[in-house]
Every structure is written in structure tokens, then in C-alpha cells.
């Protein structure tokens, strides 16, 4: 049998990324040994803080952080972007990306730790039934409405990290049930948007957020030409939809039954676990998450 060095067609190394809040890590899974064949990881940080609640990001930062992590991936792998056979990306939670009409950013994307919305989470918790907590997507729309109203008038859609990165590895926009439950409008036993709720942010609002939901391990496209010239990829490699951070996580270390849980400790704290029911927890202590199988995933976070 051939190498993957041999970079033979269709490629044997399955790319996974994860775009977190420090920084971009990048496995090479090899499809023949399933056994990891590489591994990269790409820096960057917050920029410089505007208020002491504000945490912000600029989504190149991710891009130059995946391609800095598939370069040393494949570099310790001693393979080429020939190699790659799939693409999976998973990523961090509730991060606002607003884009223009065009598909461009329109501002630094807010991040999950950003709490400059807690009023507006407040105000939407009462709307809401639950204690939505200034972390969740549609506290920072609301926010950007109020505060920055030229850039609200710009934006057309919202994307979450995750999302973002695919729109950039495909030019196709979708979203899925995991990293959306984290917006804040979702009825999770539905997986749909309820519209009542998007309309508390804004009468736009749900028209801002792509209208299907894809399961995570559908293709939501192939890498562009310009995204492979830009990541160091190979064009035409299909992207899995991928999902959020911790819903990633929990399927990566097997946490797809009940009665088990995870505890991880990163930039947050989070303790998860699957659920085969919704778990609604009105104190918004537990967040009411889907996971990446078609359960639950009800989970603890500390910032």
C-alpha cells in the first residue's frame, strides 16, 4: 500500500482544526492506520480591550492561525496538502461574526467571553423564560444594534467561528444544530430558530441566520481555490460541517451516552455531558446545548 507521503489522488490524511479563543490546533488523522499522523498550532491573541468587559477578535487572526497550524501539521507529518482527503473544523462557541451583503466582515467579531451585553441578555431573558447569559450570540446582536447602529445597518449575516471558517474553506454559508443551540434562539427539541425569539433581537434577525441546519458530519462544500492558495490546502477537498468546541470534544473522547461526562479546563472551565432529552435549566446555570449526534448536551461553564 501507498504512503500518504506518496501523495497518491484523493489523499489518506483526514485535516481536522480547531479554532480556539488562543490559538488554532490542527490534527492530521491518517484514514488507513487511524492513528495521528501530525500536528500544528497556530497563536494569536484578543485585541487590545476597548472596555474592561469587551473581548474581541479579528476572524483573519483564525485564518492566519489555521494556516500556520496546517503548515507545521503536515510538516511533521511529512506530507503535502496532495495527501488531504477531508477537512473538519470545529471551534469556539457563540462568537458573533457579522458580515455585510457581500460576504465581507464587517467588524471584529465579539467572542463568548465578551460580557459587554449583559444588559441586553438581561433584557432578553425576560423574553425568553430562562437566564440567558451575556455569552449567547443574540445578547451581542442585540448589543450591536444599540451600540453600533451604522455597523447593524451593514450587516446582512451572522456566523458564528466555526461557520465563519467554512464560509472562508467553501463560500457556502450553514450552520448547524451543536454551535447554533448557542445563539440563544433555538427551541433545541425542534433544532430550529423560534421566531418570536429572533424577533426580540430584531425583525431582521432571523433572516440574518442561515435558514438550514446541517448534521455536523454532512459536506457543506469543497475547499475553493483561492481558500487552498490562502490555508496551504488542496482545492476541491470536501468540509464537514463540524460543530462547536464542546461538542467536538465530546464526541472526540467518546462521550455519546448517558451518564458519562467530560470536565475540560481551557481558556473556560466547562463540565458536559450527553443527554438523549432536553435539559432546560432556567437559571441559565446548565446552557441547553444540542450535541453532534442528534442528543443533548446540557453543560457548566466557568470564565
Not at 1 to 11: F, I, L, N, T, V
Not at 22 to 43: E, M, N, S
Not at 103 to 111: D, E
Not at 165 to 185: P, R
Amino acid at each position: 500500500m501507498a504512503s500518504p507521503r506518496a501523495g497518491h489522488a484523493g489523499g489518506t490524511l483526514s485535516l481536522g482544526v480547531d479554532v480556539g479563543t488562543q490559538g488554532c490546533k490542527a490534527i492530521l488523522y491518517d484514514l488507513r492506520t487511524h492513528a495521528i499522523a501530525g500536528r500544528g498550532v497556530g497563536a494569536y491573541d484578543l485585541i487590545p480591550r476597548t472596555s474592561t468587559n469587551c473581548a474581541e477578535q479579528d476572524p483573519s487572526a483564525w485564518l492566519e492561525g489555521i494556516r500556520a497550524a496546517v503548515a507545521q501539521a503536515l510538516a511533521s507529518a511529512g506530507a503535502s496538502p496532495d495527501d488531504l482527503a477531508s477537512v473538519g473544523v470545529s471551534g469556539q462557541q457563540h462568537g458573533m461574526v457579522a458580515l455585510d451583503e457581500s460576504g465581507n466582515v464587517v467588524r471584529p467579531a465579539k467572542l463568548w467571553c465578551d460580557t459587554e451585553s449583559a444588559p441586553e441578555a438581561a433584557e432578553l431573558a425576560e423574553v425568553f423564560g430562562w437566564h440567558m447569559q451575556a455569552g449567547f450570540t443574540a445578547s451581542k446582536a442585540l448589543w450591536l444594534k444599540r451600540h453600533e447602529p451604522d455597523n447593524w445597518a451593514r450587516t446582512h449575516t451572522i456566523l458564528l467561528p466555526h461557520d465563519f471558517v467554512n464560509y472562508f474553506l467553501t463560500g457556502v454559508m450553514s450552520m448547524e444544530a451543536g454551535d447554533a443551540s448557542g445563539i440563544g434562539v433555538m427551541d433545541i427539541t425542534s433544532r430550529t430558530f423560534k421566531r418570536e425569539w429572533c424577533d426580540a433581537v430584531d425583525v431582521r434577525f432571523a433572516s440574518m441566520l442561515p435558514s438550514e441546519l446541517l448534521p455536523p458530519d454532512a459536506r457543506c462544500g469543497d475547499v475553493t481555490p483561492a481558500a487552498a492558495a490562502a490555508l496551504g490546502l488542496r482545492a476541491g477537498i470536501p468540509v464537514a460541517t463540524g460543530s462547536g468546541d464542546n461538542m467536538m470534544s465530546a464526541l472526540g473522547v467518546g462521550c455519546v451516552a448517558e451518564g458519562q461526562l467530560v470536565c475540560s479546563l481551557g481558556t473556560s472551565g466547562t463540565l458536559f455531558g450527553f443527554s438523549a432529552s432536553p435539559v432546560r435549566d432556567p437559571t441559565g446555570a446548565v446552557a441547553p446545548f444540542c450535541d453532534a449526534t442528534g442528543g443533548y448536551l446540557p453543560l457548566l461553564c466557568t470564565m
